[in-house]
């Protein structure tokens, strides 16, 4: 069957490099694309992934027998209702269900009504009635715009002055409609970790774990980013509370059956944190993690199309998961000011010569070929550096031993990805 992935970042490269190597996969197309996905894939840069009606028409002239929608914005925006309703089989929820990543408000509100352990919060419209709140709950305190903003729209106020200017800022437009509503939070403590699920006809079946690093420097400092790393398994997580963690998962899909419209079909990303009372959700998201998605795939020995297909088509039965024993650390390469302002047309060499340390993998998030075809930066978070390994330190070195291949102005990342695996939870906040 033909493929279309919607997307264009590290994750939908990751995505359309393990739909390729399925013998499902005919032709395989990536809307906008990037450099990377453009050496497996034929890439469509002039395809609005949020316009429905757009997409159902290359549906149509393409002969696609299955759209998976990587990024959340095409999901708020309906892409997938248009989509099913034209009968094409389509990964990925739609706008109801989307909603769990598209309102923050919305989805606390499933997790109270569900009994899915998640941090005390209120949501506000209006600054003073939030600011009171802000101070009645002390630091440290976490601030959410209600909206998507990119993963920018969190910040983890260690101080009582940080909180208020967070919420005085959504207030006045930082994030535009995103943050006209502000969702306001205790802040628990302990490790975090990632547990993704492929969810259909109110059944989850779940990944493996994985640990995101949104810091963007060493040691878990700076300002957050979309993720600067990531690797998988996350050895810290303890039987029991795995356990609890696929029980949590499994009680929100059951959930989305019960309460949508319309059968969720897609991922259901879990976001934990495993606090001292038990693991509990910090966020639902609507679709594949990015870089978590990078380092989870590559471990998956199963038929990727066959799974989606399975999920698109509401079987989750035929959903049949298995996974290499093998370690994966990914490390992001990111342009220099990043998470801020940076530049772009940075010309970017070695990327062969890193993929040719055994092992390794290079996705690209946010490249482009020139005038001249030299691949160029063109994005905050330009690769995604990937390595297997029998063991954390083999792909952990593999990993790092490929970064210092690639060069490009201004690179920048860090040098502590996936430390964590090995560290006591005493350092990891627990």
């Known amino acids: 069957m033909n493929i279309l992935v919607l997307g264009g970042g590290g994750r939908e490269h990751a995505i359309a ?106 949501s506000f419209s209006e600054l003073e009635p939030a600011l009171a709140y802000v101070r009645e709950l002390g630091a440290p305190v976490v601030v959410k715009a209600d909206g998507l903003a990119a993963g920018k729209g969190v910040v983890v106020a260690d101080e009582l002055e940080d909180a208020e200017v967070a919420v005085r800022s959504c207030f006045e437009g ?43 420097f060493d040691g878990d400092r700076g300002p957050n980013t979309g993720g600067m790393g990531a690797y998988s398994p996350v050895p810290i997580v303890t039987s029991d509370e795995l356990a609890a963690m696929h029980a949590i998962m499994e009680r929100a899909a059951k959930a989305t059956a019960r309460e949508f419209e319309h059968d969720y079909r897609g991922v259901l990303y879990g976001g934990f944190m495993l606090t001292p009372a038990g693991p509990q959700i910090i966020e639902f998201n609507a679709r594949f993690g990015d870089p978590e998605t990078q380092v989870v795939l590559p471990r998956l020995e199963s038929d990727l199309a066959e799974v989606m ?26 342009s220099e000011g990043y998470p801020g302002s940076y530049e772009k047309g940075k010309v970017i060499l070695g990327v062969d010569e890193a993929e040719a340390v055994e092992g390794v993998t290079v996705f690209h998030a946010g490249t482009a070929l020139n005038r001249d075809g030299e691949l160029v930066t063109a994005g905050g978070r330009v690769l995604n550096v990937v390595a297997l390994g029998d063991s954390f330190e ?15 102005e201004g690179k920048q990342h860090r040098l502590d990805i996936g430390k964590r695996a090995i560290a006591g939870r005493e350092e990891q906040g627990a």
């Open 17 to 122: 490099w393990a739909l390729a190597k399925s013998p499902r996969c005919d032709e395989l197309f990536v809307a906008p694309g990037n450099a990377g996905t453009d050496r497996l894939a034929k890439n469509v840069p002039g395809l609005n992934p949020e316009d429905g009606q757009t997409v159902l028409g290359f549906v149509r002239d393409h002969a696609v027998g299955l759209v998976v929608v990587g990024p959340e914005a095409p999901l708020v925006a309906g892409v997938a209702d248009v989509l099913r309703e034209a009968g094409v089989p389509v990964f990925g929820p739609d706008a109801q269900g989307a909603q769990l990543e598209g309102s923050k408000t919305f989805s606390k509100q499933f997790m109270e009504r569900n009994g899915i352990p998640t941090a005390r919060y209120r």
């Open 174 to 216: 930082a994030f535009g409609a995103s943050g006209s509503t502000v969702v306001i939070e205790e802040c628990l403590t302990g490790p975090e970790c990632s547990l993704l699920a492929f969810v259909s006809d109110g059944k989850a079946r779940c990944m493996a774990t994985a640990q995101d690093h949104k810091r963007a």
């Open 309 to 334: 297909l399975a999920v698109a088509q509401g079987r989750p039965a035929d959903v049949d998961l298995r996974w290499s024993e093998q370690w994966a650390v990914c490390v992001v390469l990111a």
């Open 394 to 408: 083999e792909a952990r070195e593999k990993a790092y031993e490929a970064c210092d291949l690639i060069n490009f």
